[in-house]
């Protein structure tokens, strides 16, 4: 490994973990999540110099991705073929996460999940961004204006009208009684 | 306690109990590896490939990324990417397909081993359409069910005028429940 390799290697690993659980929110499935998150770091990489420099890098990080993944959006919706309903795009990203399960011994906590998942996907996809990565992930209000560029004011009305409207969608299905 | 409050409380626990995505530990390695290499390409200005084929050049996983009609041989990926699915539970695989130009009236063919299916498509092993490719990438995501706990090998065929290309995915069916995805050995 060369220096520069190293030093890449040192400023972004810290990161990795919720840079990659940053980008399963995203995009919703395993093999887009590694797409996502490994073009970040060739973009990083390239940058290397600037990324040194700055106090946050994780944050820089996130926000690379966040926009990169909205720009990715943007394109993929024209280039999509129209041969199967947006919605199904999600099926494998909770496929893979209930890998992760265990649904023999908890078969309550599984079908309670799956109808936070399917819930979820019935949110825009501004809103579902806001309430996985505030109220999942983690982070600040200030932080995803930060990453996504959009107002705090707007970030908060976002996740008080999606997290009513799965409350709403887990009373109807009888989730929450 | 209000029932509003109530309700607040349950998501968010729901919510916090949302499944937790990790990446194994090899996979950040790679991506390490595959930064250094294609940045240091990327830093010198040396562009083989455009947008999102990059993060292709880098080796990512991925099901099935393919090069169509982009002037590489007709040849298949040379390792056959792999998925493990449930046994009678849908799990959506998401195929990709790159071309160069657009594409119009392009065939496609997906030919299934005994024992699985394409959802909607209940006893059929093979299903036929036609569809339209933009120019860049493409994703058709098809969503499969095990019937039965075989294994075998599903074939996607897409063809425009005299050019074709087949590519070939693993199928192995957990008959004891779900599981995560399977990355094409690199």
């Known amino acids: ?177 | 306690m209000t029932m509003d409050d109530k309700h607040d409380q349950a998501l968010d626990e729901l919510l916090k109990d949302y499944p937790m995505p990790q990446a194994d530990a090899a996979f950040y390695d790679r991506a390490l590896l595959n930064a250094s290499r294609e940045g240091t390409r990327r830093q010198r200005k040396r562009w083989l490939f455009a947008g999102f084929s990059s993060a292709v050049a880098a080796g990512v996983a991925a099901l099935a990324l393919f090069g169509l009609f982009s002037g590489s041989p007709d040849t298949a990926t040379s390792a056959i990417p792999g998925v493990t699915i449930a046994l009678e539970q849908p799990r959506t695989i998401n195929l990709m397909f790159g071309a160069n130009e657009p594409l119009a009236n392009a065939m496609l063919t997906v030919s299934l081993p005994d024992g699985i299916e394409l959802d909607g498509f209940p006893g059929q092993t093979e299903v036929t359409w036609e569809t339209s490719l933009s120019a860049g990438r493409n994703l058709l995501p098809l969503t499969l069910v095990a019937v039965k706990p075989v294994s075998g090998d599903l074939f996607a065929r897409l063809s425009h005028n005299n050019r074709q290309q087949t590519f070939q995915i693993r199928i192995d069916v957990d008959p004891t429940g779900p599981a995560p995805i399977e990355e094409s050995p690199s």
């Open chain 1, 1 to 177: 490994m060369d220096d520069s390799a190293a030093l890449f290697e040192q400023v972004t690993r810290p990161h990795f973990d919720r840079l990659y659980r940053l980008a399963w929110r995203l995009t919703g499935g395993r093999v887009e999540a590694e797409d996502l998150f490994q073009e970040v770091l060739i973009k990083a990489y390239a940058k290397l110099d600037h990324l040194v420099d700055i106090d946050q890098p994780g944050a820089w990080l996130a926000r690379v991705m966040t926009n990169l993944f909205i720009d990715q959006q943007r394109r993929f919706k024209r280039q999509r073929l129209g041969t199967v309903a947006e919605g199904e795009l999600h099926g494998d990203g909770f496929a893979s996460i209930a890998g992760d399960l265990d649904p023999v011994a908890d078969k309550v906590r599984y079908d309670r999940l799956r109808r936070l998942d399917t819930a979820l996907q019935q949110l825009s996809d501004d809103h579902r961004l806001v309430v996985l990565l505030h109220d999942t992930e983690g982070y600040t209000l200030e932080e995803i204006h930060a990453m996504t560029g959009t107002p705090v004011g707007t970030c908060k009305s976002r996740l008080h009208r999606a997290r009513q409207r799965l409350k709403e969608i887990l009373l109807a299905d009888g989730t929450f009684s």
